[in-house]
């Protein structure tokens, strides 16, 4: 039986910016990353390779990145949760490829303890 993992804290503020509206940044906890290397289901890889030959959005392939993003996301913001952060700023994502079929996502950020200013 496979363990879920655990839920997503929703009081971490996520944001690609470096600072949040209305509140000051009291301590860094430091770096905080989420990291999958993914590669396509054979029905993915399939309908992706159709849909190479007669052109258009890969739908199969856009699918695969996405969960990929998702992940690495979820990843990034357990890890802030963990750390005591209650934000990550600055957050980015970086993508590239392994092998011919992998792909490497990368989301990081910075965890940050914000509170209202004073």
Known sequence: MSQLPPALP???????TFT???QRIVA??????GLIVRSPTIE???MGGLKSLIGG???????????????????MVRQ???LG???VLGVRYDASEVK????????????VVIAPLA
Do not use: F, H, P
Not at 10 to 16: L, P
């Open 10 to 16: 929703s009081s971490v503020v996520v944001t690609t």
């Open 20 to 22: 949040v509206e209305g």
């Open 28 to 33: 860094y906890k430091g770096l905080v990353r």
């Open 44 to 46: 993915q890889g399939i």
């Open 57 to 75: 959005q890969i739908g199969a392939y856009t699918e695969m990145c996405e969960q990929a993003r998702q992940t690495a996301y979820d990843q």
């Open 80 to 82: 802030a949760a963990s």
């Open 85 to 87: 952060a209650n934000a």
């Open 100 to 111: 011919m079929s992998a792909t490497e996502v990368l989301c990081y950020g910075t965890a």
